[in-house]
Structures are given as structure tokens and as C-alpha cells.
């Protein structure tokens, strides 16, 4: 063997030497692993993001596994623990730490925490998404809000697609859209029926319509009422109130029984719901949900408490009436008065005048709008004969709905 032979025998035994060394060494240190999985079942790794809707209460659940790589033993869970701080209520980017233990061993990751806003603003339509505006009167909109958890009031950004053509019947549609900061979008349409709204005293001349309605209830002879309705399969329309509370399920009863449940008011207090316009939609709001909640259905026919005509509101705010009635119409509701009185607002108690008055009044008119009080018993008593009367002499009840002509009063205040 020369020198030559010898140098390279060496080298080589110390090359194979180092590299057994440095094999055992990366043995020694890797022979286990810990894997990082999300929430959401994605596995992470050091210098993974995560993202995170802006608002959320906690951040993202990690957990770990801890396996034994010499072994074929399924990973073993590992305690896991997190480091650092990420401000959930605002976007941005922050990073933490988890770190997992097991038996002595642990591995530390570095996440970052990506807040973003994934939520799309709510738009609000005053008035619903289903409205009625009446023929060749100037389109104007009832309103709309935007509102974003993030960028909040977003209303003036919001933009109107579609026309009503105001001098043709028809459905149109509006398209309303608006998007926040982080380009989440939000649409939504409303539906505008145009048609003609006929007054009560000039449509079909001949015809004997007959609309009962009955205000100021439910209350304790509303369900008298009910079952003398139903005796005669007559349905009629409520103008509806809160004020005889624990009566609220009638309501329901009412609009079960195939009535029209409408909006009165709720507190029936003039020197409030009149001291100003958004004193009045507060109240009616609150009738409205009422209403809603007993029987699944939005209202949209609606009674000025005292008509649309009263004056006692003067004393409250001198030309509301004015406001109110062109502003309930802008919010699409359809308000009604009465041509027929019945007179038990104060005039009479007695149950054969009430039937008198109101006989007087059917053969005036070819469509009567009656108005009664099913809180006055009295008043309740008088129905019955009222309905025969109008069933023998050929009259036909029915009741309100969206598309009936309403009566309407001049306006005083
Ligand atoms: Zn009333």
C-alpha cells in the first residue's frame, strides 16, 4: 500500500465517521414532531396566517399532536398553549405564539392573526320591500338605511337602480346596493305596485259593499264579537291597540279567523303619539310588531286615532295631520276613515240606536266604511242585527285588504 492508497483510505473512514455523527445527531433531535391543526380543521405551521372575523369573541382553538417517529404509534394530543395578544375588534395583523408540550418535549409556532370584516352591511327599507303608491301621484321613496358593523352608517352610500313610472299601473322593481370598506356587498329590492286608488264613493255605482271595522280593541267583548262574526261568516277589520293589555292573543284569534288585523295605535294617547311626527311612528312602530308578532303578518292598513281628520291633534302640534297622512303613505301604508258612524264614540249607549245609525248610514252610500268600537259592549250587541239586517236587504261584507278602496276625510290639522 503507498501513501497515495493510505491518505484516501483515511479520509474516507473519517468522512463515513462525520456523516454517521451528524446522522445520529439529527436522529437524536427529530425523532418526534408536533402537528399544528386550526379550528377549522386546516393544518398550520410556523409563519401560517389565520384569519379571524372582526368581532369575534376568542381567537382560533390550535391543537396539537405530538408522534414518535420511530415508533408507528398514531400521534398522541399535546397540551397547547397560546402567547401574545391580537385585538379582535379591530382589522389588522397580529402575531402570536402556540406552543406544544408533550412529556417534556415542546414546539414553538409563530401565527399571524388576520382580522378582516367578512360581514356585509344591512340595508333597511322604510316601509317594506312590497309597497303600493298610487296612480300619477310623483314618486318619491319611503327611505332607506345602511348599516355596517364595522364602517357603521353607510346610507349615504347606498345607490338606487330602477324607475317607477308613476302614470302607468304595474310593478316596478328598485335595486339597492352598498358595499362596506372590505367590499362585502349588500343587495336588496323593493317591489312598487302603482295602481289607481279608488275612492269609496265612486267606484261601481249599485254596488252595496259593506266594510265593518272595529277600533280601539282586542279587549273584553272582542271574542263576544269574534263568535257572532263567525255565525254569520262575516269578515270585518280591526283598528287595533295595546291598550287592554292581556288581550294580545286576540290578535291572533282575529287574523285566524280570516279578519283584517290593522294598525290603530298602541297607547291611544293623544297628547303623546300627536306631540310630533316621530312621537307618532314610534307608536305606530310599536303596534306594528305587535301586530307582527301575534300573527306573522306586517300590517299595512292603518286608523288615525280620532281620523285622519281630527283636530284635538292641533292642540299637540299644529299641522301633523298635514305630515302625518302624506308620510304614512311614503312609508307604505294605506290609512282609512269611515263614512258610516255608528255613533258609540259618545253620542249614544244604547245598542238600538247603534243599529239604527248604522242602518241609516248603509243606505247612503254604495260603499259603507263603518265605524264601531269593539270595546263597548253595547256597541258589540248591536252587530248581529245589523248583519242581518244587511245579508236580508243584500248587502255584502267583506273585509279590508291592500287592494279595497279606502275613504278618507278632509284634513283639518
Ligand atoms: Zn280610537
Redesign the pocket.
Same mark, same amino acid.
Given at each position: 500500500m503507498n501513501s497515495k492508497t493510505k491518505k484516501v483510505i483515511i479520509t474516507s473512514v473519517i468522512c463515513v465517521a462525520l456523516l454517521a455523527i451528524i446522522s445520529i445527531i439529527i436522529i437524536h433531535f427529530s425523532y418526534y414532531k408536533f402537528s399544528f391543526t386550526a379550528e377549522d380543521g386546516t393544518s398550520i405551521s410556523n409563519k401560517s396566517t389565520l384569519e379571524v372575523s372582526v368581532g369575534t369573541s376568542q381567537l382560533p382553538k390550535v391543537t396539537a399532536l405530538y408522534t414518535d417517529l420511530r415508533s408507528n404509534k398514531n400521534g398522541a394530543a399535546a397540551e397547547t398553549t397560546m402567547t401574545g395578544t391580537a385585538d379582535l375588534n379591530h382589522m389588522g395583523e397580529y402575531v402570536v405564539s402556540y406552543t406544544a408540550a408533550y412529556e417534556g418535549k415542546t414546539k414553538t409556532i409563530d401565527i399571524t392573526i388576520k382580522v378582516v370584516d367578512k360581514t356585509a352591511p344591512t340595508i333597511t327599507l322604510k316601509g317594506g320591500n312590497e309597497i303600493t303608491w298610487p296612480l300619477d301621484k310623483d314618486f318619491a321613496d319611503p327611505g332607506y338605511s345602511a348599516n355596517d358593523n364595522v364602517d357603521g352608517d353607510l346610507t349615504s352610500q347606498i345607490t338606487v337602480e330602477g324607475t317607477v313610472d308613476v302614470h302607468k299601473e304595474g310593478s316596478y322593481t328598485l335595486t339597492y346596493k352598498v358595499a362596506d370598506s372590505s367590499k362585502n356587498e349588500t343587495v336588496v329590492t323593493r317591489t312598487v305596485n302603482v295602481k289607481k286608488v279608488e275612492e269609496a264613493q265612486t267606484i261601481n255605482p249599485g254596488d252595496k259593499i259593506v266594510y265593518l271595522t272595529f !277600533? !280601539?280593541g282586542p279587549g273584553p267583548y272582542t271574542q263576544k264579537l269574534l263568535d257572532i262574526l263567525d255565525k254569520y261568516n262575516v269578515k270585518v277589520t280591526f283598528f287595533t291597540t295595546d291598550a287592554y293589555p292581556g288581550h294580545e292573543y286576540l290578535l291572533a284569534e282575529e287574523a285566524k279567523r280570516g279578519h283584517t288585523v290593522a294598525i @290603530?295605535t298602541y297607547s @291611544?294617547e293623544y297628547n303623546e303619539i300627536y306631540s310630533s311626527v316621530d312621537a307618532y311612528f314610534a307608536d305606530l312602530n310599536k303596534m306594528k310588531d305587535l301586530i307582527k308578532t301575534q300573527t306573522g303578518k306586517e300590517p299595512k292598513l292603518m286608523r288615525f286615532?280620532g281620523g285622519s281628520s281630527n283636530t284635538v291633534s292641533k292642540k299637540y302640534s299644529p299641522g301633523i295631520m298635514t305630515t302625518l297622512t302624506q308620510e304614512v303613505t311614503n312609508r307604505g301604508y294605506l290609512y282609512d276613515d269611515w263614512n258610516v258612524s255608528s255613533g258609540d264614540a259618545g253620542e249614544t249607549t244604547s245598542t238600538e240606536q247603534v243599529v239604527a245609525n248604522v242602518i241609516t248610514g248603509l243606505q247612503k252610500n254604495n260603499v259603507s266604511h263603518v265605524l264601531q268600537h269593539d270595546i263597548k259592549e253595547f256597541s258589540v250587541n248591536a252587530v248581529e242585527q245589523i248583519i242581518q239586517w244587511g245579508q236580508a236587504n243584500g248587502y255584502k261584507f267583506l273585509p279590508l285588504t291592500e287592494t279595497s278602496p279606502m275613504t278618507h276625510h278632509g284634513i283639518l290639522n
Open positions: !277600533d !280601539d @290603530h @291611544h286615532p
